[in-house]
């Protein structure tokens, strides 16, 4: 079969090798659809694993030979993969740190070498403790949404880490597909977003998601459809008549204006920029939080001033990977469309261009966002 092999840092090449054989509690799926993940393209770049390896770990595909024991499916059925699961039973999965789990930390897909997700194959070995995280795919749904299992769980993770109410306010600094993915989810969950990135083609589709405000990086605040109406603030709205722009001098001032002053419930740091967080760190009220999400690699150090986690009580929080235990609501917000991953995808490449998949999403356009790579199921 045909895979993208990975040879070293920014070395990847199109190779034949076996196809991957399974035991008798395992699956064997043809690989329709793997998107392009940043963790992924951090190993690539930095060659932080040794080679040889293949990639690629949001995948979905068809069940195209079963082991004997395999119980619950069928050749021929859809399936979305999940490469990590937990053990559920250890010291960090009691405390819900699925992440820290032993288990948890073995790869359990693979299309041949040491395990690495294996989806930019065609085919991948499924082996048997992460069985329990493959998801079936409703007739209605595609491939594509499939495949945004994965991501979106370790969205859904990280938001359900924030202490928030509905009716809190909250900043989302960056708007790639990560970050709208964050903003729709706390839209859903009565949340008033502010977004903010340097693109305006991500910031209208932020507005569109259910952002409230949106603020262009060093430039003034664009705001949204429901802000245009003055009936959407109540008799006490602030932004004058439909169709003018509430200006502020920064983001502070924003906040300070929308919050009356205390300060944001949250932020949530989707750009692994520490100037960012910096700067949400001083947004928070006391006893608010700070989320990082985009910050992966390891060894790199920064300054914070530690009196705003001590005296002011501001937690700086880290999330990292998927919630085995969140696999049915991930699945019901994707394949019900309440969050519309199709929005999201903008790119999609043959499995001999993963290379070129993988360098548009390390260097992404105004154009692009979720970005895929795609074969014949």
Not at 60 to 75: C, E, K
Not at 245 to 255: D, E, H, I, N, Y
Not at 311 to 337: C, I, M, N, P, W
Request: positive net charge.
């Amino acid at each position: 079969m045909r895979a993208v092999v990975y040879r070293g840092p920014n070395d990847l090449r199109l190779e034949n090798v076996p196809v991957p054989r399974v035991g008798s509690n395992e699956l064997l799926v043809k690989v329709a659809v793997c998107g392009v993940c940043p963790t992924d393209i951090k190993k690539i770049q930095y060659g932080t694993v040794p080679p040889p390896r293949i990639f690629g770990h949001e995948t979905a595909g068809v069940i195209v030979r079963r082991g004997a024991v395999v119980r619950g499916f069928q050749v021929g059925e859809r399936v979305a993969l999940h490469h990590h699961v937990p053990c559920l039973k250890c010291h960090d999965c009691a405390h819900r740190a699925f992440a820290q789990c032993a288990q948890y930390k073995r790869t359990g897909i693979t299309a041949g070498f040491e395990p690495a997700g294996g989806g930019y194959a065609e085919y991948v070995r499924v082996m048997p403790w992460v069985l329990p995280g493959v998801v079936k795919i409703p007739g209605r749904n595609s491939f594509l949404e499939g495949a945004m299992l994965e991501p979106v769980n370790t969205v859904l993770k990280a938001v359900k880490r924030l202490a928030l109410l509905s009716g809190d306010t909250v900043l989302v600094a960056g708007q790639g597909p990560i970050g709208l993915m964050f903003t729709r989810l706390l839209t859903l969950r009565g949340m008033r977003v502010i977004a903010t990135d340097r693109l305006e083609s991500r910031l209208q589709l932020a507005r569109e998601l259910g952002a409230k405000w949106m603020w262009e990086v060093k430039s003034e605040i664009r705001r949204s459809k429901s802000e245009r109406n003055p009936k959407s603030e109540g008799p006490n709205s602030k932004f004058g008549v439909p169709g003018s722009r509430f200006k502020v001098a920064s983001l502070a001032q924003l906040t300070n204006r929308l919050t009356e002053d205390r300060g944001l419930d949250a932020a949530i740091i989707a750009v692994p920029s520490d100037e960012v967080v910096r700067e949400a760190q001083q947004l928070v009220r006391g006893g608010g939080q700070v989320l990082l999400f985009s910050h992966t690699r390891r060894g790199e150090q920064t300054s914070l001033d530690l009196a705003t986690i001590c005296a002011d009580e501001k937690d700086l929080v880290g999330s990292y990977s998927a919630d085995f235990t969140l696999q049915d609501e991930v699945s019901r917000l994707v394949f019900s469309r309440k969050l519309d991953v199709r929005k999201l995808i903008t790119h999609q490449f043959p499995l001999e261009q993963t290379a070129e998949a993988i360098a548009l999403a390390a260097r992404p356009t105004e154009a692009s966002l979720k970005v895929m790579v795609t074969q014949a199921a």
